[in-house]
């Protein structure tokens, strides 16, 4: 399998197009990559990168906003945890992140209050004074959906599984989620300070696209973090617990985290999470013989418990990391 200079591995998506030797390499480097780091860097993809580029100067556009108009689409006002979030508006395990970001779901009419992560679900808080942006932002989220079910079948398939297995998960209201986000650079004096802290994705996958030559991103490898700089015309993906949730932890969620860039710099990423319906479990695959020996079981740790559902996930995640937002809309949730 290729490495990087990072010692992350490179998965070329378009093997898939070749014969069933290549077909085989593919799902062989896949189930590799995210058994031993749950990180990869995906090419091969066919998202052109003139897409690619005018996503990015949409999220340029966005944060070149006055404050006054990124303030009304503020996540403050979403009792669904859409919308902007200003600088120091973000925890992870209870420390500031210092980003800016726009957080826009998959958007879907309200099924109640309970179970709890039933909440989740409702509108985004759209920018109006940027008339092109929901277009760009929806046809991405297209985009990025349809790559991630192929990805998912052919993790089926590397795992020994019936190609659909997953697809019933994300057959009605998948919960995908996507974040436009700025790291702005820091001084040597605050280059300690996090862009996000150490974390694992809730979810299923993450399709992450980072700015070219910028890097920031760390993940972690043993006792080790691993610097990320992004590949040329690459995704980072990465898997969340809902993954090993389903593999009995033979495919492992990763910590990782982003440190701030250097003062007079910024750096933007988009990332997407192609997640199942709130309300879906994750089926549980029966690995091969060979594989299941090599599986540890799912992360035993009381202050993180994975569920097999999705929205469970979800709900933990979003209260921790908008205690201003949850405290608002949500006080009975709040322990």
Not at 74 to 95: N, V
Not at 197 to 223: C, M, S, W, Y
Not at 236 to 246: C, S, W
Not at 293 to 319: C, H, W, Y
Request: glycine share 8%; with cysteine.
């Amino acid at each position: 399998m290729p490495q990087p200079p990072t010692g992350l591995p490179i998965v070329d998506m378009s093997l898939l197009s070749g014969d069933d030797d290549a077909r085989t390499e593919f799902r062989t480097a896949l189930r590799r990559a995210t058994h031993e780091f749950g990180f990869f860097f995906l090419t091969g993809h066919g998202i052109d990168r003139s897409i690619r580029d005018r996503l990015f100067d949409t999220a340029r556009d966005f944060f070149a906003l006055p404050d006054t108009h990124k303030f009304s689409v503020e996540m403050l006002a979403s009792p669904q945890f859409r919308g902007y979030t200003r600088f120091g508006g973000e925890y992870t395990q209870g420390a500031v992140d210092w980003r800016e970001q726009i957080d826009l779901a998959a958007e879907y009419p309200s099924l109640g209050d309970e179970p709890p992560y039933l909440r989740l679900d409702g509108p985004n808080l759209w920018p109006l004074s940027l008339p092109d942006f929901r277009g760009v932002i929806q046809d991405w989220q297209g985009r990025c959906s349809a790559l991630g079910l192929e990805l998912m079948r052919e993790w089926a398939l590397s795992l020994g599984a019936p190609a659909d297995l997953f697809d019933a998960a994300f057959a009605d209201r998948p919960s995908t989620l996507l974040k436009l986000v700025r790291y702005p650079g820091q001084d040597d004096d605050a280059a300690a300070r996090q862009g996000v802290g150490a974390h694992k994705d809730p979810g299923v996958l993450t399709l992450l696209l980072v700015e070219p030559g910028k890097g920031g991103l760390q993940v972690a490898h043993g006792d080790d973090w691993i610097d990320v700089p992004p590949v040329e015309d690459a995704f980072v993906v990465n898997i969340g617990e809902l993954m090993e949730y389903a593999t009995d932890g033979y495919l492992k969620a990763t910590l990782h985290r982003v440190q701030s860039p250097p003062e007079g710099t910024e750096r933007l990423s988009v990332p997407f999470f192609f997640n199942p319906a709130l309300s879906s479990t994750m089926p549980r695959i029966e690995l091969p013989a060979d594989l299941a020996a090599q599986a540890p079981g799912v992360t035993d740790d009381p202050d993180n418990v994975i569920s097999g559902t999705f929205g469970e996930n979800m709900l933990k995640a979003r209260l921790r990391a908008h205690p201003d937002v949850a405290a608002r809309h949500h006080p009975d949730l709040v322990d």
